[in-house]
């Protein structure tokens, strides 16, 4: 049976790619898609030692131009910045956002002060843990892809003016402050509990496992339990706020997350064999 050779060329240099000898006359495209692939190897991580490859004493390595890069650390730091300084921005009712009476004037509902007490807390919060708690696996990201990451903060969910006085009184502000306040503390316990997993300067993945902070035992249900104790803060601050552009970024937000979640369950289900089959990405038996 007569076989084809295929050369393969970049579409914009018009460089060779790849050379493909002896294919099947009835090949579908896709087929030669994954020949393709299969020749370019996988992809290699920084702690990969090249004895370990199956590679001989010649290897071939491809380099791929990802663009400019950005440290994660500055991408953080852009993600939690901007929501503070657009919040406050809001709240001091700085000139040309409200009508001119308004300019620098106070709200006389005082759920709106501890609103923004409690947001600016939550944001200063991740700026700190950024700079002293998380350990990146990577350290860098393409550029172009910052305004993906932290346009879900872009929410004008900030319009303060849209937050209605509570309806049952103090006792549903102070449940709510409750509420936020203790999602806040098992989200910074279990933050800590996956920096402690990985040593400085290590790329080491581990199973997250209980520790003796009580916020943490939440491990034994919840593979993402950092998520689970996101959304109950952010479910605090709508019952807080009875704002309906926070009730919707807090759906838009628990929607992202329960796909970072499951993705995330699905890489430890993948990677180690001895996973707990009892933990669910982020809400207990449920999702």
Same mark, same amino acid.
């Given at each position: 049976?007569?076989?084809?050779?295929?050369?393969?060329?970049?579409?914009?240099?018009?460089?060779?790619?790849?050379?493909?000898?002896?294919?099947?006359?009835?090949?579908?495209?896709?087929?030669?898609?994954?020949? *393709?692939?299969?020749?370019?190897?996988?992809?290699?991580?920084?702690?990969?030692?090249?004895?370990?490859?199956?590679?001989?004493?010649?290897?071939?390595?491809?380099?791929?131009?990802?663009?400019?890069?950005?440290?994660?650390?500055?991408?953080?730091?852009?993600?939690?910045?901007?929501?503070?300084?657009?919040?406050?921005?809001?709240?001091?009712?700085?000139?040309?956002?409200?009508?001119?009476?308004?300019?620098?004037?106070?709200?006389?509902?005082?759920?709106?002060?501890?609103?923004?007490?409690?947001?600016? *807390?939550?944001?200063?919060?991740?700026?700190?843990?950024?700079?002293?708690?998380?350990? *990146?696996?990577?350290?860098?990201? =393409?550029?172009?892809?910052?305004?993906?990451?932290?346009?879900?903060?872009?929410?004008?969910?900030?319009?303060?003016?849209?937050?209605?006085? /509570?309806?049952?009184?103090?006792?549903?502000?102070?449940?709510?402050?409750?509420?936020?306040?203790?999602?806040?503390?098992?989200?910074?316990?279990?933050?800590?509990?996956?920096?402690?997993?990985?040593?400085?300067?290590?790329?080491?993945?581990?199973?997250?496992? =209980?520790?003796?902070?009580?916020?943490?035992?939440?491990?034994?249900?919840?593979?993402?339990?950092?998520?689970?104790?996101?959304?109950?803060?952010?479910?605090?601050?709508?019952?807080?706020?009875?704002?309906?552009?926070?009730?919707?970024?807090?759906?838009?937000?628990?929607?992202?997350?329960?796909?970072?979640?499951?993705?995330?369950?699905?890489?430890?289900?993948?990677?180690?064999? /001895?996973?707990?089959?009892?933990?669910?990405?982020?809400?207990?038996?449920?999702?």
């Amino acid at each position: 049976m007569k076989h084809y050779e295929v050369e393969i060329l970049d579409a914009k240099t018009k460089e060779k790619l790849c050379f493909l000898d002896k294919v099947e006359p009835n090949a579908t495209i896709g087929e030669i898609k994954s020949m *393709f692939h299969r020749t370019q190897g996988k992809s290699l991580k920084d702690e990969d030692v090249l004895q370990h490859l199956p590679v001989g004493t010649t290897a071939t390595f491809y380099f791929r131009d990802l663009g400019a890069q950005i440290s994660w650390v500055t991408v953080f730091l852009t993600e939690y910045t901007g929501p503070l300084v657009i919040y406050l921005l809001f709240y001091f009712r700085v000139p040309f956002i409200y009508a001119p009476k308004y300019d620098f004037t106070t709200s006389k509902h005082w759920v709106v002060h501890l609103a923004c007490m409690c947001h600016s *807390f939550h944001y200063v919060k991740r700026l700190l843990e950024t700079l002293f708690v998380h350990r *990146f696996s990577h350290g860098t990201m =393409p550029l172009r892809n910052i305004f993906k990451v932290t346009s879900p903060h872009r929410q004008l969910y900030l319009l303060l003016g849209l937050c209605s006085v /509570d309806v049952y009184g103090e006792q549903q502000i102070r449940l709510a402050l409750i509420l936020f306040l203790f999602c806040q503390i098992g989200n910074f316990s279990i933050h800590i509990a996956l920096r402690n997993l990985r040593p400085p300067g290590s790329k080491t993945r581990k199973i997250p496992y =209980p520790t003796k902070n009580p916020f943490t035992w939440i491990f034994l249900l919840v593979s993402c339990p950092n998520y689970t104790y996101e959304l109950g803060s952010w479910l605090g601050f709508t019952l807080m706020t009875q704002c309906l552009p926070v009730a919707f970024f807090t759906l838009v937000g628990f929607i992202q997350m329960t796909v970072w979640a499951k993705g995330k369950h699905r890489s430890y289900l993948k990677e180690f064999r /001895d996973y707990p089959p009892l933990r669910s990405p982020i809400l207990p038996f449920v999702l």
